[in-house]
């Protein structure tokens, strides 16, 4: 994989529209990712592929344990209240904090925040979802928790 690890920005936009149309609509994660990917026309680098696909298949496989410390860390709010672009920028960002051995955990929050700036555009919506991963993030790194 390239040793940068820009290839991860893209694939994180890729599995937030996957995610959202998954919540939306239900279906397999993985014609959903192919449907996106031939509805943009796109050609991605093996890097990205690979990556879209070990994190989906790591989030549908995981996706109860996710929801369930979004869930935790909501405060006043409940999961299923929660918009869908909201829940799909949690649920990714839950899953490659705490889930994946990923090196670089500080661009996770910066590409997060950038897909939620590019399509939410809510400056309360942003300190929100930088507010429930931070919290996540700070408890499951502090406690060195295995989930």
């Not at 680098?45 to 298949?57: L, N």
């Not at 991963?133 to 408890?139: A, V």
Request: proline fraction near 2%; hydrophobic fraction near 35%; include cysteine.
């Amino acid at each position: 994989m390239e040793k940068s690890g820009k290839f991860r920005k893209k694939a994180r936009e890729i599995l937030f529209k996957a995610l959202y149309s998954y919540d939306l609509k239900g279906g397999d994660i993985f014609e959903i990712i192919e449907e996106h990917i031939k509805e943009t026309g796109d050609k991605f680098s093996p890097e990205i592929m690979e990556y879209v696909y070990s994190i989906a298949k790591g989030i549908v496989d995981s996706i109860e344990d996710i929801d369930r410390i979004i869930s935790e860390n909501l405060k006043g709010w409940r999961l299923e209240r929660l918009g869908y672009p909201e829940r799909a920028l949690l649920r990714l960002g839950t899953y490659e904090l705490i889930f994946s051995d990923i090196p670089d955990k500080g661009r996770v929050f910066v590409d997060i925040l950038d897909l939620a700036k590019c399509y939410i555009d809510n400056e309360d919506t942003l300190k929100f979802i930088n507010g429930v991963l931070s919290s996540i993030y700070k408890k499951y790194n502090k406690q060195d928790i295995k989930v």
